[in-house]
């Protein structure tokens, strides 16, 4: 099992995530300090609450990131790239944009590689991420989108978009494993239906570089809770020489 050492390090492998469409201000509030109070990687929000994000989480060294054509991602190139650097400009600094799946669908691979590296070049030295929905494609396609986004110039795979995730360890194991032949120079994020630390722990383990749960603060609670919070007072030990 992948040897986390301390409920920090494990914030620090987790992208607290929530793209909910009817989030108030007030409840993103709260999910932003809880994200604080636990020090996670990223967060990842809806592109609303970017600037909101910025200001509650100046003095963290919390990514905040957001999202491009999220979560069908058949926009065309050009309102991708003006998304892309609209969320910039707002202060972002990791973008996740769901790819064309009609584009690899019809092995248009020149179209959707020349989308992602338009995407890069708009960002500049931001962190790309490519979502591949891997759950809605064959392990041949898989291949062919991660080859893509690394040959386009983007720093992660994503697995999901959350909508349509794997959901067992093996599935997510065999994707970070073509990921990792076809793509090896790319990084891979795991995401959809990690809800508690057994599972983050056998995603890590398999391979994975970061995690993205909307649960990521009842996972690292809980582990501190097991790991860290345990008080035990021993009862005195006498040593005593044996005659």
């Known amino acids: 099992m992948y040897n986390i050492k301390n409920s920090k390090e494990l914030a620090s492998l987790i992208n607290y995530t929530n793209l909910s469409n009817m989030i108030t201000e007030g409840e993103m509030r709260e999910f932003l ?7 996670f990687n990223s967060v990842v929000i809806a ?3 970017i600037a909101l994000a910025k200001e509650i989480l100046a003095d963290t060294d919390i990514k905040v990131g957001s999202v491009v054509g999220f979560p069908l991602g058949f926009e065309d190139t050009e309102s991708k790239v003006a998304e892309a650097k609209e969320l910039i400009e707002k202060g972002a600094d990791e973008v996740e944009v769901v790819i064309n799946l009609s584009y ?13 590296r338009q995407i890069k070049e708009a960002i500049g030295d931001r962190i790309l991420k490519v979502i591949i929905e891997t ?3 064959e392990d041949y396609q898989k291949a062919n989108a991660s080859k893509v986004a690394e040959n386009a110039g983007a720093d992660f795979v ?5 909508f349509m995730a794997p959901n067992h360890i093996f599935e997510n194991v065999n994707d970070i494993n073509i990921i990792q032949k076809y793509a090896p ?11 508690e630390y057994k599972f983050a722990n056998q995603i890590l383990t398999g391979g994975a570089d970061l995690i993205g749960s909307d649960n990521g603060y009842e996972i690292v609670k809980r582990y501190k809770e097991l790991r860290e919070n345990t008080q035990v ?3 005195p030990i ?6």
Do not use: C, Q, V, W
């Open 33 to 39: 300090e809880k994200a604080k109070e636990l020090n």
């Open 47 to 49: 592109p609303t609450y």
């Open 104 to 116: 690899l669908k019809d092995e248009r691979y020149d179209l959707l590689e020349s989308e992602i």
């Open 135 to 137: 759950k809605a494609l």
């Open 158 to 162: 994503k697995t999901s978009t959350g």
């Open 185 to 195: 120079k790319i990084k891979i994020e795991i995401y959809g239906g990690i809800n």
């Open 233 to 235: 007072k021993p009862k």
């Open 238 to 243: 006498t040593l005593t020489k044996k005659d």
